[in-house]
DNA sequence: GTTTTTAAGTTAACATGTTAATTAATATTT
DNA sequence: AAATATTAATTAACATGTTAACTTAAAAAC
């Protein structure tokens, strides 16, 4: 097999890609039941675990872009499993809570993620998995250090 | 910091997603200077390096999805930097290939694609990269398996 | 050999990723 | 205090991710 071949074949980006679809596979069938995506997932979870924040917050813990949030807020504050109320302090900014509904949602979602997360720790085996989180969290250090960023 | 919290920051979907991202970062500006998306770089890395394909091929080679290509080779195909012919043996299928241009703009951009990952074997060590590589495909395999897909 | 089934690819519809432009409120500058 | 610059968030525009429906061609079944 040529260089070239190989290179693409293992493509760095790709098998992060084919990991993570691997590893949410069988979770999504348990958002989809409540029609939610994994994005709109990230969201109660981060409202959940750390409480109101303002959606500068929330694409920082979740790692989305602002305009992506702004758009997910909005179809989650339809649907009445988020709230929104503007800041006193500050008229720029919109506190977002999760509503009884939403905690509802969660409780009923949470356990089938911890599932996953038992599974897949089983499998690869919970060494390993620590492993890999600690080197990608060194790759990502490392790439960034380089990158002056 | 509470069980909860902790597995948020920790959630593997979004720690492959971010080494994805740092991974990528540097390298975006080379393709953004040819008008080109990670993903159409993809297809045409892979018809450089495998020949002429048709669509559900390259669909598997690339892991994009039948849609997503869809619009894709339409996209490239309409810049002149693939081409399509049906093929006789079955009409169904198409046969895709770089045009001159599109070999011009793979030779241009190639290197940059080097230069991204010797920094980054320099930076995060070379054995530190083969050791994720393996982890990685392990950790689809093991879960596959599991997953009975 | 005609009906039925399967397969390749496209289109549709909606959510997200991404960059740039825009709006409204707060901070700074002068 | 008025003009300017920043900041939080939204909107716009276009590409992709994703599932389902659809079209057409080939294969199987009868």
Redesign the interface.
């Known amino acids: 097999m ?1 260089d ?2 190989r ?2 074949d ?11 679809e ?5 979770f999504m069938p348990a958002l989809k039941a409540h029609n939610l995506s ?1 994005q709109q997932w ?1 969201v109660i ?2 409202l ?3 409480g109101d924040m303002d959606i500068s917050e929330l694409s920082e ?1 979740c ?1 989305l872009l602002m305009p992506s949030l702004s758009r997910i807020i909005q179809n989650l504050e339809s649907r009445g499993i988020v709230l929104r109320k503007s800041s006193n302090s500050d008229q720029r900014r919109s506190l977002i809570s999760l509503t009884e509904p939403g905690h509802e949602i969660f409780t009923e979602i949470a356990p089938k993620s911890s599932e996953r ?1 038992e ?2 720790s089983e ?2 085996g919970p060494g ?2 620590e ?3 600690e ?6 250090e ?6 002056a ?1």
Chains 1, 2 share one sequence.
């Open positions: 040529s070239h071949l290179s693409f293992r493509s760095l980006p790709m098998s992060l890609l084919r990991a993570r691997a590893v949410m596979k069988k994994a990230r979870r981060a959940e675990a750390a813990a790692y997360y599974f897949i499998r690869f390993k998995l492993l890999l989180y080197l990608l969290e060194e790759l990502v490392k790439i960034e250090e380089g990158d960023g």
